[in-house]
């Protein structure tokens, strides 16, 4: 707020008393039309710096969602491109994101899924709400969006004005407000559930705990907000991935901070990825000193790695083999038992235990994590594997049960009964996995 009043050209207060008389022109209606709304607005840094209702929501008459409304041109979707025309940093930073590519999904193994085991309905409510949907224009409508596609604020939201994403997904309209995004529950729309539980393993770890106990003391409304000067109990998701530090800007790219993708069946690096994970250490180092972060990352890492080669890796070389071989009994996808298992092994349970390693909750790590990973490939996955009866699969799993030192404490259907594993071997087996 104070911003905007330092900056005291002629030119400015007279553009502002502009705004105003505009804002008026659409208030009068809408202050008795939506009351909840119009207050929302009013009580904004938008509303307190007399940025009204058109300066969002004006449209030229080309735009193919303009339509005429008590004498203005206007569009009911405000795009990121709109904000941009006042937050410029902000909407270059999103859209480089990968929030913005949230909305490509529609080609995913899970937008089939959702099609064919769901259908349509369902992709729209479900999946479309966070990710975003395309949206489509229909001419006969009176806001020109089709009612297939609108609502939808999903956080990589194809706009016809060709931009990606809505501001609002974190940015509640119409207070737009910056302490309601820094709040853990904001991202939790989205970042919960089996397959990215996020915000669950945020409420479990020390750093949730610490939040709830203290949120008086959060100074969540401040104009900044400095981790290590502005709040110093704990940590948000905003805190960790987004908000500014003593020596880093905010950022809204949440990608700035990330050195593996937790996503995918098996965790590659990313580019870039050491001065990544330095940007997210600083965040650290406010709360506590270098070498308990670093042994953060080195029993995090090894996670990683432990999930990667000891499951992710064998459970993908079974599903090759056997597609290789021509084993599957249909070929359409998500119709065979041994699809929706290998499925889950990474996409819910495989992901559940990186994510909780990397943000310290560790029922998630193992009892929601390594644990359902291990039970789905010991007892679903390789036994279905194996009521194929190949010879080469059959091949694969018992060299893998015999002669990987990870796994060999098991018995294979070979017969030879083992006795598990020597406590004093633990260590040598897996001392790999602690170092690059
Ligand atoms: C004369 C009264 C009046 C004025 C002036 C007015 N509106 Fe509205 N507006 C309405 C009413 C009534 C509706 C709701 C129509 C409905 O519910 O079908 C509406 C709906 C809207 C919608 C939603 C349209 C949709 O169907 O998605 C937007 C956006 C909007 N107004 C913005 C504005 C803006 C911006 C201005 C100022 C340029 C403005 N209005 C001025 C009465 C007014
Ligand atoms: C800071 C930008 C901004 C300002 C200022 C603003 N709006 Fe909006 N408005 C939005 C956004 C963003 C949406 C969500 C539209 C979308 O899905 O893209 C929206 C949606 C709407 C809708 C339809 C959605 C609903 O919940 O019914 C109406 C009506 C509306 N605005 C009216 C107004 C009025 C009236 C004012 C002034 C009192 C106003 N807006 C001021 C950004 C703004
Ligand atoms: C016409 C200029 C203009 C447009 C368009 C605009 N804003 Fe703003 N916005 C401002 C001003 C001025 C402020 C208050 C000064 C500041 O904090 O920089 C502000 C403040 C904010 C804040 C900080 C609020 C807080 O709690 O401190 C957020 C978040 C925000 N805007 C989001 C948006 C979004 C999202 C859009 C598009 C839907 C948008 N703005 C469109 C001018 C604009
Ligand atoms: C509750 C919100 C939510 C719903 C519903 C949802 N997703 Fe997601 N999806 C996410 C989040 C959050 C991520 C990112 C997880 C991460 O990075 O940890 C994600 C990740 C993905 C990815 C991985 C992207 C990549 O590049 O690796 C795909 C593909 C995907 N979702 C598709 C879908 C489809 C299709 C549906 C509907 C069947 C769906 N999602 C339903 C929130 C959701
Ligand atoms: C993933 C959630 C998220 C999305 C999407 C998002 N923001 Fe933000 N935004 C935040 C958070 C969190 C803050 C508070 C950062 C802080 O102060 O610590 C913030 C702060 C802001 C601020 C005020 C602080 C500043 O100086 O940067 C503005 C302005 C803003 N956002 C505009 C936008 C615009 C415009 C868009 C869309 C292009 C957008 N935001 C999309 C989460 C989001
Ligand atoms: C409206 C839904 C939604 C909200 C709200 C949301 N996200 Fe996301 N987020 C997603 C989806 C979906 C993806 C995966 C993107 C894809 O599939 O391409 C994602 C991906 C991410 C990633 C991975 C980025 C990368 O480059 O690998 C991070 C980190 C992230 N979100 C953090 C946050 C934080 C922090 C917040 C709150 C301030 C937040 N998100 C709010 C939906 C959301
Ligand atoms: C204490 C800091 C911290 C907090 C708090 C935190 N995270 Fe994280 N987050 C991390 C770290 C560290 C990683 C792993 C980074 C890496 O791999 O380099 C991570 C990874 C992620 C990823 C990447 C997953 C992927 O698919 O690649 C997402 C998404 C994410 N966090 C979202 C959230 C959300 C949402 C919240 C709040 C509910 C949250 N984080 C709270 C530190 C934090
Ligand atoms: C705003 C302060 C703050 C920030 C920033 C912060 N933490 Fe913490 N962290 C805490 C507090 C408070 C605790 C609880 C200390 C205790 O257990 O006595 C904690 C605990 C931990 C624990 C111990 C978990 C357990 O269950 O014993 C780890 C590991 C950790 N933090 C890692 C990190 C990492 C890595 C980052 C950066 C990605 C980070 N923290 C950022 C405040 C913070």
């Avoid at 840094?45 to 969002?56: L, W």
């Avoid at 940093?89 to 080609?107: D, M, P, V």
């Avoid at 949907?133 to 020109?144: A, E, H, Q």
């Avoid at 880093?248 to 965790?267: E, K, M």
Wanted: net charge negative; glycine share 6%; proline share 5%.
């Amino acid at each position: 707020m104070k911003k905007l009043f330092l900056a005291s050209s002629l030119a400015l207060i007279a553009c502002m008393l502009a705004t105003v008389s505009f804002a008026d022109k659409c208030t009068s209606c809408h202050e008795k039309k939506n009351p909840g709304l119009f207050l929302q607005w009013k009580n904004s840094a938008h509303g307190e710096n007399g940025i009204g209702c058109i300066d969002c929501h004006e449209a030229d008459p080309a735009d193919v969602d303009a339509f005429k409304h008590n004498g203005s041109t206007i569009a009911t979707l405000v795009t990121p491109k709109d904000c941009a025309k006042c937050h410029e940093q902000e909407e270059k930073e999103t859209s480089a994101s990968y929030h913005a590519h949230a909305g490509e999904i529609l080609a995913s193994a899970d937008a089939y899924l959702a099609h064919a085991a769901g259908g349509e309905p369902v992709a729209i409510t479900g999946c479309e709400v966070c990710h975003g949907g395309k949206i489509k224009i229909d001419p006969d409508s009176p806001n020109k969006l089709s009612p297939k596609s609108w609502p939808n604020s999903g956080i990589g939201r194809l706009n016809p004005d060709g931009s990606k994403g809505s501001c609002n997904a974190c940015h509640s309209r119409h207070s737009f407000s910056a302490a309601q995004a820094r709040q853990p529950e904001n991202c939790g729309k989205c970042h919960l559930g089996p397959d990215h539980p996020q915000k669950e393993i945020y409420e479990e770890s020390k750093h949730g705990i610490a939040y709830y106990a203290n949120i008086n003391k959060m100074a969540l409304d401040n104009d900044e907000w400095v981790v290590g000067r502005d709040y110093y109990e704990a940590p948000t998701c905003a805190t960790c991935h987004m908000s500014a530090t003593a020596d880093q800007p905010i950022t809204h790219d949440v990608g700035n901070r990330i050195s593996w993708p937790l996503r995918p069946p098996v965790s590659k690096n990313k580019d870039n990825w050491e001065a990544k994970r330095q940007n997210m250490q600083d965040v650290c180092l406010n709360c506590h000193q270098s070498r308990f972060v670093e042994g953060h990352y080195y029993q995090y890492d090894a996670l990683v790695r432990l999930y990667n080669e000891k499951f992710a890796k064998p459970a993908g070389e079974i599903i090759k083999l056997v597609k290789e071989e021509n084993l599957l009994e249909s070929a359409a996808s998500f119709s065979n038992t041994i699809e929706w298992e290998y499925w889950e092994l990474w996409h819910h349970e495989g992901r559940r235990a990186r994510m909780g390693a990397a943000m310290m909750g560790p029922d998630y790590t193992w009892w929601h994590g390594i644990y359902d990973v291990a039970h789905n490939f010991y007892f679903k996955l390789i036994p279905e594997a194996r009521h194929y009866n190949n010879a080469k699969v059959n091949a694969y799993i018992d060299n893998l049960l015999t002669n990987d030192p990870m796994h060999n404490w098991m018995s294979t259907n070979t017969g030879e009964i083992k006795k598990g594993i020597k406590s004093g071997d633990f260590q040598k087996i897996y001392e790999k996995l602690f170092s690059n």
